[in-house]
T-cell receptor, first 112, second 114 residues
Framework: NAGVTQTPKFRVLKTGQSMTLLCAQD?????MYWYRQDPGMGLRLIHY???????AKGEVPDGYNVSRLKKQNFLLGLESAAPSQTSVYFC???????????FGPGTRLTVL | TQLLEQSPQFLSIQEGENLTVYCNSS?????LQWYRQEPGEGPVLLVT?????EVKKLKRLTFQFGDARKDSSLHITAAQPGDTGLYLC??????????????FGKGTKLSVKP
């Protein structure tokens, strides 16, 4: 099992560009999450999904959209990137809401 | 206002020393989790503490949940370079917590020098 994988690992964008981050899990987990991690800020939840076809807002959802068309994939989109979105993005998945969350290796995004 | 306060923010020690890091809050939680994150990787769950006063051991790591379930500590005995990393505590909010939406502290960055 690969666990949770994230694509790409690194990306540099210019302000105003758009991109999609892909998260995939092979553990048949129902719940999936997107977090961002900034220096000195810990991890903050952006959006999450409790099942295929469902999404919900987390603590810092503005400027991001998500989709969960397939159970194993959770996509995070930036429609118009801003420098404030420079961060490391982590995806996680869990079997249920109170079960262990398994994290991917992260995507380092820089917006110039 | 940060829900979870972790201290110290940074800690640099020599191999073989003991250390304790803390996770404090003014709120009560049903459970609290500790994660370790190594550079370039995602966090990995170490332990979940549930009962007030609970103590859990994981080899040289000892985790304690406060009696009032507002705080927790992580003690490492005879630290080794492999313990180097960012230690994060996390909780689920009392409302909507069953959705898995964790709230993390800012972490303690530990460096253990050989």
């Amino acid at each position: 099992n690969a666990g949770v994988t994230q694509t790409p690992k690194f990306r540099v964008l210019k302000t105003g560009q758009s991109m999609t981050l892909l998260c995939a899990q092979d553990m048949n987990h129902e719940y999936m999450y997107w977090y961002r991690q900034d220096p000195g800020m810990g991890l903050r939840l952006i959006h999450y999904s409790v099942g295929e076809g469902t999404t919900a807002k987390g603590e810092v959802p503005d400027g991001y959209n998500v989709s969960r068309l397939k159970k194993q994939n959770f996509l995070l989109g930036l429609e118009s990137a801003a420098p404030s979105q420079t961060s490391v993005y982590f995806c996680a998945s869990s079997r249920g809401g109170t079960d262990t969350q398994y994290f991917g290796p992260g995507t380092r995004l820089t917006v110039l | 206002t940060q829900l979870l306060e972790q201290s110290p923010q940074f800690l640099s020690i020599q191999e073989g020393e003991n250390l304790t890091v803390y996770c404090n809050s003014s709120s009560v939680f049903s459970s609290l989790q500790w994660y370790r994150q190594e550079p370039g990787e995602g966090p990995v769950l170490l332990v979940t503490v549930v009962t007030g006063g609970e103590v859990k051991k994981l080899k040289r790591l000892t985790f304690q949940f406060g009696d009032a379930r507002k705080d927790s500590s992580l003690h490492i005995t005879a630290a080794q370079p492999g313990d180097t990393g960012l230690y994060l505590c996390a909780v689920q909010p009392l409302y909507g917590g069953s959705q898995g939406n964790l709230i993390f502290g800012k972490g303690t960055k530990l460096s253990v020098k050989p």
